[in-house]
Every structure is written in C-alpha cells, then in structure tokens.
C-alpha cells in the first residue's frame, strides 16, 4: 500500500520524468547524479506530452498573450518544465515563437538525433538560431528532417559535429535559403561537394567558418567565393588541403571579406598579394604559423589593406624590419597586432609603429628578442591613452627601466613579463605599488640552494683535500 500511495503521489504532481529516470536507474544500474540529471533534462526535451487540464488559478487571472510573454523569457529547460504543469502551459510553452533560438551547447554528447528531428517538428518555420556546437551524435537523418521543416534558419552551428558529411551541406542548400551564418569548424568529413552545395544553395550567407576541414580543396573554397557575394567572414584555420593558390581565380569575388583567418595554412607571398588585391575592406587577417610569408608580403597589405584594424602574425619569423616600417606607414588603423616570435624585429618596427598607429590597444612582443627599454619609452610616449595589454614575454635586453616608462601609460590594464631576466621584482612591486589596477604576469624561478659540499671522514671538503 506504501508503494501504490508513492505512486499516487507522483502521479498527482505530474512527475513523470522522475518516474522516467528511476525506470532507467534500475535497468542500467547504479548511475552518477551529475549524468541522471543530464538523462532527464534529455528526456524532458525529447519525450514532451501534454499534462491532465487543470483550471490552474493563474491561468484564470492572466491573459495567454501575458503567459506567453513570460515564457519568451525561459530557457530550454525551464519551457520543458512548464510545458507539464497543464494543457494550457503545454500549449503556450511549446509555441513556435519560444523557439527561435536554440543553444544545446550544455547537452553535447547527450543529444540524440530524435532531440533534433523533434525540434524541428516543434519549431518549424520560427527557428532562426540553432547551435548543436560539441555534440557529436547528430548525424545526417537528423538535419536532413530539420532542414526539411525549419526552412528560415539564419544560424547554425555545427561545430564538432563530426558525424556529419556532404549530404548535411546538400540538404542545407535546397531547403534552406536565408541561411547567413554557418559554423562547420571540426566537420572534418566534408569536402569540396559541401562547399558546391551551400554556395549555391545560400547566397546570402555572410559567415563561414571551416577550420581543420581537412578535404576542403582550393576548388571547394573557389566556388563558394563565387557564389556567396555577400560573404564578410570566412575562417579556414588548419586546412591543410588548401594551397598558395585558393584565391587566385576568385580575387575579384573577394571584396566583400571584412575578417579572413588563415591560421596554420599554407600561405606565401603570392597568396597574400591575391588578397590585398582582392579585399580592400579587409579589417581582420590572421596568418600566425604561416611560416613562409617575407616582407613582400607586409608590402602587399600596405598597398591594398588600408583597413586592418586586426594583424596576427605570429610565427612569421622571415619578418623584418623593413616590411613593418611600410605597413605602419600605410595601416594607420591597426588597434591589435601580435608579432610573437617575430625574431627579427628590432626598436625600429616598434618605434615606426608607436608614431603611426596612433589607435593601438594590444601589442605582443613576446620572443622579440632584440627589441631594447628604448623601443618601451618611444611606446609608452605616443600610445599612453590607448595602450591597454602589451606582452614582453622573453625579451632578454629589457631592463627596469621599461617598467619605469610604463608608469606613464594611463591605459594600461596588462603587462606580460613572463622570463624577462633583467626586470627585477622589486621593479615590479614598485609598478604595482604605483599603478594597482594594472594586472602584471611575471614568474620567477626559485632559488636553487647551493649544494652542500661532501666532506670525507676526517671533515676535510673533498675540494680542498684534492687542491
């Protein structure tokens, strides 16, 4: 009788995926709390059937319009809770326009396809942002139904999705036409057949990010270029499939790209000539690891990207002196510019670019190892009221003194002087005494005790009885 009347009072208080989860429990046997919370939340999602109607004192006094309204405020979770109170919340909780953007980041690896393809059946045409970053059990069948259904999607994220290939892509370019940001980072199975598909499929995209797409050819990222006219951002970190040559026949689709990130490709003077022809609104280029890139290519962006606002060049280590002189002549614009383990580089590209970047607000030096306190002192007197991070991480020749000079940046929020031998502590606790707000990262080793010498049975060291 104890048992039934438990029952009973689950049954009353509508608490089903309670019932759910302890079903689950004794068949799989005994499971971590953290993973059985995950399991309901899911089954919540994915199992959702109207509660018994119950004339709720709430429902009576509120118009639906103004419980609608406040259920636009909820989250996934909370609507799904909602939606088993009664059949009037059920109602208005699953309403399509509660649904419009959909994030299932804190699921990952728990959603199971059903939890897309009931999505869609949910949203149908209200959904316009869906983010399925990290879980990678969604594959193919499912986006194929959601694309089917959710046709005015404008963002998407796959990120890590790595169950899905080309016929995601070519479902996404017959259904879905408004589709403007795409984020297919990590979906290392799809090739140049994807690109085909959504290129023309959405050209109005604006957004695309296909980093570590390892198939991805120079054809594949050609015909997206040609076919995406309105294209502003477009990623392609680590893919390896592309050569010195991706924009050569497309240099005249380009001019449209305000931010290109080409971390770790492979990138020369030649590519980078193609893109200072092609894109002169370009705000935001990273080439960090391209290892081939000289000064032509710093001469390049002078001539035709007047615009950057964002350089990245770390691990460009054939950079000089001269090509930096040049650019700081030409991007006057430039607020953020990393030249870590730029090893070339002396107290000249640092000064040029204190007297012509009057706009710059993040600076890093670190691995330059023949930048001098002078180089410090010209920075701080030009950039003081913009100057706000700046990493000398390994610049053996700076002393005290740079510190001194930075005394003067009013802007400052971090120094980075991590391995800077000659920059003593006491050096940095002055600082930190005089400028509080200012965050320093700075390590120094500990001290190695001397070791003690060995002495033999007669207590004479070992060294002295030898000389």
Known sequence: MEGANNNDHEEKNGTRVTRRAKRLSAQSGKTHPTIQAKQNQMYLITTLTPAPVEQALINKMLPKELILRIFSYLDIISLCRSAQACHLWNVLALDGSNWQEVDLFDFQRDVKPIVVENLARRCGGFLKQLSLKGCENVQDSALRSFTAKCANIEHLSLYKCKRVTDASCENLGKHCHKLRHLNLENCSAITDRAMKYIGEGCPLLTYLNISWCDNVQDRGVQHLLTHCPNLETLILRGCEGLTEQVFAPVVGNMGNLVKLNMLSCFVNDDTVKNISEGCPKLEYLCLSNCSQITDRSLNHLAAGCKNLTVLELSGCVLLSDG?????????????????????????????????????????????????????????????????????????????????????????????????????????????????????????????????????????????????
């Open 323 to 467: 090509g930096f002189v040049q650019l700081a002549r030409a991007c006057k614009k430039l607020e953020r510019l990393d030249l870590e383990d730029c090893s070339l580089i002396t107290d000249t590209t640092i000064n040029s670019l204190s007297v012509n970047c009057s706009n710059l607000c993040q600076l890093s030096l670190s691995h330059c190892e023949l930048i001098t306190d002078e180089s410090v002192h010209v920075l701080s007197e030009h950039n003081r009221e913009k100057l706000q991070v700046l990493e000398l991480d390994n610049c053996p020749m700076l002393t005290d003194s740079a510190l001194s000079h930075l005394r003067h940046v009013r802007s400052l929020r971090r120094i980075a002087l991590y391995d800077c031998q000659n920059i003593s502590k006491e050096a940095i606790n002055r600082y930190k005494h005089q400028r509080p707000h200012v965050e320093i990262q700075a390590y120094f080793a500990p001290v190695t005790p001397p070791t003690n010498p060995v002495t033999n049975r007669a207590g004479v060291c070992r060294c002295c009885a030898i000389l």
